[in-house]
């Protein structure tokens, strides 16, 4: 069975630190995967995602992923954070071909400080 | 504003109680989807509507009836659930969930559960 694991629980970081957020997953096919974003008080939504094409995904508000096979990662960075950057991050795979159906990490908060 | 509503947004109940949560969509969507999300555990999937079928249930107690009438409303019908059914429960759509898993779903806002 799928399944994704995000290494970190709570990650702290002050303003203008760099950002990688690690996300691994487990399944031999071939999979979409997902960054969801989600600020407080606010919905689910999406960062970013990856199906095909170059590895290197350029998402929403400056944040990359970086999908390298070999390692079944997809990890999440940003050179520089903001406070507004607070939030919770999920990743997320599906088989391709499926029928939208996403498996999730359990996420990872992240607090910038001021 | 994610086009998707869920109501109520709170709901207690106790385990003999027969309660609805009501999620609508208003992005022109063709699938939705019932997930659980409990504390400290991943979200689960528990169902995938497309065009108003059933394409999945992930192995979920009978005591979760989902119902989709069309295309922009879907429905999960709760009927003697135990404690630890207490969770957020999120609805989400997408375009067409045929194009390989690739669409982007759109979440609500969640339905915070409390079972007595």
């Known amino acids: 069975a799928q399944s994704v694991s995000q290494h970190n629980h709570h990650v702290i970081l002050s303003e203008a630190a760099s950002l990688e957020l690690g996300c691994n997953y487990s399944?031999?096919?071939?999979?979409?995967l997902f960054w969801y974003v989600q600020y407080p008080g606010q919905h689910l939504q999406l960062l970013l995602k990856?199906?095909?094409?170059?590895?290197l995904v350029k998402g929403i508000k400056g944040f990359e992923a970086e999908f390298i096979k070999s390692k079944f990662s997809f990890n999440l960075r940003k050179p520089s954070v903001q406070w507004s950057d607070t939030a919770e991050y999920f990743c997320?795979?599906?088989?391709?071909?499926?029928?939208?159906?996403?498996?999730f990490g359990k996420g990872t908060k992240l607090s910038v400080k001021p | 504003e994610t086009g998707v509503t869920q109501t109520p947004r709170h709901l207690v109940m106790g385990m003999t109680n027969k309660k609805s949560l009501k999620c609508e969509q208003h992005?022109?969507?063709?699938?939705m989807y019932w997930y659980k999300q409990s504390a400290k555990k991943p979200l689960e999937l528990m169902f995938v509507?497309?065009?108003?079928?059933?394409?999945e249930n992930n192995s979920v107690p009978s005591r979760f009836s989902p119902e989709c009438p069309n295309s922009s409303h879907l429905f999960l019908h709760l009927h003697t659930l135990q404690p630890e059914d207490s969770a957020l429960y999120l609805c989400?759509?997408?375009?067409?969930?045929?194009?390989?898993?690739?669409?982007?779903?759109?979440f609500g806002p969640g339905t915070r559960l409390t079972v007595l």
């Open positions: 992005l022109g969507h063709n699938a």
């Open positions: 990856y199906f095909s094409g170059d590895p």
């Open positions: 989400a759509s997408s375009h067409d969930p045929g194009g390989g898993g690739t669409d982007t779903q759109y």
């Open positions: 997320a795979v599906n088989e391709r071909g499926s029928q939208g159906n996403l498996i």
């Open positions: 509507y497309n065009f108003k079928e059933q394409t």
């Open positions: 399944y031999g096919g071939t999979v979409n």
